[in-house]
T-cell receptor, first 116, second 112 residues
Framework: GAVVSQHPSWVICKSGTSVKIECRSLDFQATTMFWYRQFPKQSLMLMATSNEGSKATYEQGVEKDKFLINHASLTLSTLTVTSAHPEDSSFYIC????????????FGPGTRLTVL | QKEVEQDPGPLSVPEGAIVSLNCTYSNSAFQYFMWYRQYSRKGPELLMYTYSSGNKEDGRFTAQVDKSSKYISLFIRDSQPSDSATYLCAMSAGNYGQNFVFGPGTRLSVLP
């Protein structure tokens, strides 16, 4: 149980385009989903916390107009990187919480974004 | 000083060895402590979840928390090559994950 999927698993795009990443909880309903970014050999950096039906809460320094998060249902959250640039290239990982808190997060497999 | 510190490694051990992974932290409000395992190019997987001080055992894994020293450990007995991964500690101040933070991770390599 507690399986989280992400799609796509990797994407390459041109600078200036927008990319949408989907995060789905497959066998449970997730009140809260989290979006992280991870650069090579570094830890996960929380970008935003997303609650179903409400606006996401962004961490300090994360541009909410650049990283659009939508949590339309209890099993789906999307992250859209708008007008992507090479510095946005990273590993994006989502997680979902059954309880709504961060202590017991179940992570997706991640999405590798490369912006040319 | 970073809020959570962890030796980045890499730590290389022979198969069958006992592995000790550690994190130190500065925020005395942390009460919930977690260990995650992350394979290369994959999302982290929750291994252990403990509250306050003490020990917790699950198979080959034992988690220890010493709040007085602000020090937590994960021990892996009879280590296997499949244990080769990055191990991330995480902690929070409340049961709802308040002030949740990850450590930077330790890369472990278990050699056959």
């Amino acid at each position: 149980g507690a399986v989280v999927s992400q799609h796509p698993s990797w994407v390459i795009c041109k600078s200036g385009t927008s990319v949408k990443i989907e995060c789905r909880s497959l066998d449970f309903q997730a009140t809260t989903m989290f979006w992280y970014r991870q650069f090579p050999k570094q830890s996960l950096m929380l970008m935003a916390t997303s609650n179903e039906g409400s606006k996401a809460t962004y961490e300090q320094g994360v541009e909410k107009d650049k990283f659009l998060i939508n949590h339309a249902s209890l099993t789906l959250s999307t992250l859209t990187v708008t007008s992507a640039h090479p510095e946005d290239s990273s590993f994006y990982i989502c997680s979902a919480s059954v309880s709504g808190g961060a202590n017991e997060q179940f992570f997706g497999p991640g999405t590798r974004l490369t912006v040319l | 000083q970073k809020e959570v510190e962890q030796d980045p490694g890499p730590l290389s051990v022979p198969e069958g060895a006992i592995v000790s992974l550690n994190c130190t932290y500065s925020n005395s409000a942390f009460q919930y402590f977690m260990w995650y395992r992350q394979y290369s190019r994959k999302g982290p997987e929750l291994l252990m979840y403990t509250y306050s001080s003490g020990n917790k055992e699950d198979g080959r894994f034992t988690a220890q928390v010493d709040k007085s020293s602000k020090y937590i450990s994960l021990f892996i007995r009879d280590s296997q090559p499949s244990d080769s991964a990055t191990y991330l500690c995480a902690m929070s101040a409340g049961n709802y994950g308040q002030n949740f933070v990850f450590g930077p991770g330790t890369r472990l390599s278990v050699l056959p």
